[in-house]
């Protein structure tokens, strides 16, 4: 009876979770959708309590309290800019329990003589998806926070390398289902799982960790799913699917977003194809630079603006200057918007994050699609910290190596306000045309203090 | 293949075509907070190392277990707090929000 009470509750999660995923479509219920799914989670645990096979309550209460004192400070503490990391290491947490439990499980099945094909089949599945989770992940957190060069460290024959690893652990695979009492492949096959992460994510560059954070998220989901599969639970089968797709999702679209294929992400560092930027024809013209007074007077009387931030901007910590900025012209009867590109900031989403913290109203923050229709109209377009992102090579020039890339259409608009550090290129190396269009003034400084003396001059305007 | 196997794959599949069908319906102003939240959701995995860590099967796999036990309610907890404390930020324009319920009012009213 209480077997099928707990599959009740675990029913009942499952209904919350999913109600809480189809929340997140709407900013105004997604808050209260999440809180149901903490309470569906509660109602889990609490079931999973009554289990037959808990007979003793010490390590877990041990093992909680540990990973509650852990959480909470992961949660409340973190600031937002830390955000990409952040994720990193809890998918690293996670797919940690998942191997874990699946090699604790093959040891319990090992000593009692139960091991069944299928149930290590699963296991294995299991161990290889959490194995590489765990290093991938730790490796993402180190690169994102700047622990380890964020550089892509290539040598050769690398592909090579982790295709025979990958070849190995299939081959442990296929000999454990063969003969599943097989202790020394079984600790091979974790090790291998374990060394493969690493070298999977040594390659791959900073700007392309938000690829990487979302496909490793989809990682821990498959990894869930099997140990549902192992264990006979349809929670972790139902969550872990979700998981993974959610991971799966994100990751095509930001690729696709960065004007790369996904083998190209996993495989090919980026700036190797040097000689396409030679061969490119560089802008023609000069950039003019401006003042901030200048630039003020232009926004004070400007109808239509639209904010272009980029993750220059998240670097100087500017984001409640630039909405600061933005009230300033709206009380002044402006109409501000704010343009995100889908990989503005280093996650999924990330410089929507940032600027709503920093107060600015989630109906002002447009999408690229929906924003570049808008260009036209708009009096100002102010880029902050953006380059490559807004680069009109991206769609004239064929020869440019970031040919293709979907980029908002700031040379659209009436006149546009670049604000940059100095004349260097972008991430890519690329020169940008935008710079040196006639309607493109400069202003050149630290990102933070230019919003400053823009505000400034605009209350005195 | 057991049974119980088939209908596990059922589910999973199941499961997949919800997933997408809902995942592509979410925006991407919440990606984060969408991350951060099946980050969370996945500690569900902590039912799994519970049975583990209370099983009593030897030191070794209790141990593992306690381990998993950790880092699943680290995620869970440290996942639900910081998706909330995100979503809070996301905050309509004032005037919106007054034409909004004011929206909602007289539509509410309509009817009768």
Redesign the interface.
């Known amino acids: 009876m209480s077997q099928i009470l707990i599959q009740v509750a675990?029913l009942f999660?499952a209904f919350l979770?999913?109600t809480?995923?189809?929340s997140?479509?709407r900013?105004?219920s997604?808050?209260r959708g999440?809180?149901l799914?903490?309470f569906g989670?509660a109602i889990?645990?609490a079931a999973?309590?009554f289990?037959a096979?808990?007979?003793?309550?010490e390590?877990?209460a041990?093992?909680?309290a540990?990973?509650?004192i852990?959480?909470?400070?992961?949660?409340?503490w973190?600031p937002?800019t830390a955000?990409p990391q952040?994720?990193a290491l809890?998918?690293a947490?996670?797919a940690?329990?998942?191997t874990?439990?699946g090699?604790?499980?093959y040891?319990?099945g090992f000593?009692?003589g139960t091991l069944v094909r299928?149930t290590v089949a699963a296991l294995c599945l299991e161990v290889l998806f959490g194995g590489v989770t765990v290093t991938g992940s730790l490796m993402a957190f180190g690169k994102l926070q700047e622990i380890l060069p964020g550089r892509p460290l290539i040598f050769r024959g690398q592909n090579t390398i982790n295709a025979l690893l990958l070849a190995a652990c299939c081959c442990c695979v296929v000999w454990l289902i063969a003969f599943p009492a097989h202790v020394v492949i079984f600790s091979v096959m974790v090790a291998l799982a374990v060394l493969l992460g690493i070298l999977f994510v040594l390659p791959i560059g900073g700007a392309d960790m938000p690829v990487v954070?979302?496909l490793l998220?989809s990682y821990?989901?498959l990894a869930?799913?099997a140990?549902?599969?192992a264990?006979?639970?349809?929670?972790?089968?139902?969550?872990?699917?979700?998981?993974?797709?959610?991971?799966l999702?994100?990751a095509i679209?930001m690729s696709k977003a960065m004007n790369r294929s996904f083998a190209n992400v996993l495989f090919g560092a980026f700036g190797s194809s040097d000689a396409a930027t030679l061969v490119a024809p560089g802008p023609e013209g000069e950039m003019s630079s401006t003042t901030a007074e200048d630039a003020a007077l232009r926004l004070a009387y400007a109808q239509r603006v639209i904010m272009v931030p980029g993750y220059g901007l998240a670097v100087s910590q500017a984001q409640h200057q630039m909405r600061e900025l933005g009230d300033l012209i709206e009380k002044r009867g402006g109409d501000v918007r704010y343009a995100?590109h889908?990989v503005a900031?280093r996650?999924?989403?990330?410089m929507?994050?940032l600027l709503?913290?920093a107060?600015v109203?989630?109906?002002?923050?447009i999408?690229m699609d929906e924003i570049n229709e808008r260009f036209v109209e708009a009096d100002v377009a102010i880029v902050v910290g953006a380059n490559d992102v807004v680069n009109p090579a991206a769609r004239t020039n064929p020869a440019s190596p970031i040919f293709g890339m979907p980029i908002l259409k700031v040379e659209d608009a009436k006149s546009v306000l670049v604000l940059k550090r100095g004349k260097g290129k972008g991430f890519s190396g690329v020169e940008n045309d935008l710079f040196v269009d006639p309607k493109t003034s400069m202003l050149f400084g630290d990102a933070r203090q230019s919003l400053l003396d823009l505000a400034l001059q605009v209350k005195v305007a | 293949m057991a049974t119980t196997t088939i209908i596990q794959l059922f589910v999973f599949m199941l499961a997949g075509f919800v997933g997408v069908q809902t995942i592509n319906r979410i925006p991407p102003l919440l990606h984060t907070p969408l991350m951060a939240a099946t980050n969370a959701i996945s500690g569900i995995s902590l039912v799994a190392s519970l049975v583990l860590a209370g099983s009593g099967d030897g030191i070794l796999a209790t141990m593992l277990g306690t381990i998993a036990v950790a880092c699943a309610t680290a995620n869970i907890v440290g996942g639900f707090l910081i998706t909330d404390r995100m979503l809070s930020m996301f905050k309509r324009t004032q005037t919106a929000v007054t034409e909004n319920t004011r929206g909602s009012a007289s539509s509410a009213g309509s009817p009768s």
Do not use: C
């Not at chain 1, 996650?347 to 990330?350: I, T, V």
């Open positions: 675990y999660a979770f999913i809480a995923l189809r997140l479509g900013p105004d997604a808050r999440m809180q799914a903490a989670m889990a645990i999973t309590l289990q096979r808990i007979v003793s309550y390590w877990i041990a093992g909680a540990v990973g509650a852990a959480g909470y400070p992961l949660g409340m973190v937002m955000m952040r994720i809890s998918h947490f996670g940690l329990a998942a874990l439990v090699v604790g499980e040891i319990i000593s009692g299928s954070v979302s998220n821990a989901g869930a799913v140990t549902g599969f264990i006979d639970n349809n929670i972790l089968i139902i969550v872990g699917a979700l998981d993974g797709l959610s991971g999702i994100l679209a995100i889908p900031g996650m999924p989403g990330h929507n994050v709503a913290e107060g109203p989630y109906d002002k923050l999408d």
